[in-house]
């Protein structure tokens, strides 16, 4: 599994770097900014990369927009970006167009190595990630016509992991219920939000963020 890593902050960069490779990965190159990122993307074709949201000049969102860009460009290479805040604008731009091959997580997740390297893995394999910050967050929010409240709160906890990117069997070790009871609860959350019921775990986090964002 080949690997990009772009991150300004010298020393975050070697340190995933070397957490990535300890984990038996091969980062094939290492960026400080986003258009050395996208050279050395067009040049490695690697299966995955690893992207900061603000890198130089203006530390403001260039992460992000090398990251569509990469996606549009070279759409067999997965995207993990990683931030220091909790933004649900990012993570909703990222995941707009295509749910697979990519994942938003917080950089305190890195410093939990197996969760980071899981997470590179899963990306890189056409899975995608969401940090559960995030998703709670999402989830958190209070509208006068929200229709999260039509769920029950069982419902709520199986809609937060479905929106993390977890399978139905993952959902039930989570909750420490049969797959079939998480089976039960997806049909039954799909019809009470008037969401189409698909087996695909790629389409339901999709479906999450489209119903979030409306």
Not at 21 to 48: C, F, M, N, T, Y
Not at 54 to 83: C, K, N, Q, W, Y
Not at 174 to 202: C, M, N, R, W, Y
Request: proline share 4%; charged share 30%.
């Amino acid at each position: 599994m080949r690997v990009v890593v772009a991150e300004d902050w010298v020393l975050l960069r070697e340190g995933m770097t070397r957490l990535l490779e300890d984990s038996g990965l091969e980062v094939v190159a290492a960026a400080g900014d986003a258009d050395d990122l996208l050279r050395k993307v067009g040049a490695h074709r690697p299966d995955v990369c690893v992207v900061d949201v603000r890198m130089p000049p203006t530390h403001t969102d260039e992460g992000l927009r090398a990251a569509r860009t990469i996606r549009e460009r070279f759409p067999g290479t997965g995207v993990l970006v990683v931030s220091q805040y909790v933004d649900e604008g990012y993570a909703l731009d990222l995941f707009r167009d295509r749910t697979d091959g990519v994942g938003y997580l917080l950089k305190d997740r890195v410093a939990e190595v197996d969760r980071f390297v899981e997470a590179v893995r899963r990306v890189a394999e056409g899975g995608s990630v969401l940090d559960p910050e995030v998703v709670s967050a999402m989830l958190g929010r209070r509208r006068r016509d929200n229709p999260l409240e039509a769920l029950s709160t069982r419902e709520r906890e199986v809609l937060e992991l479905m929106a993390e990117g977890r399978s139905n069997q993952a959902i039930g070790g989570a909750l420490v219920v049969s797959q079939h009871t998480v089976e039960k609860h997806v049909t039954s959350i799909f019809a009470k939000l008037g969401l189409p019921s698909a087996p695909d775990d790629h389409r339901r986090v999709l479906a999450v963020l489209a119903y979030l964002k409306a």
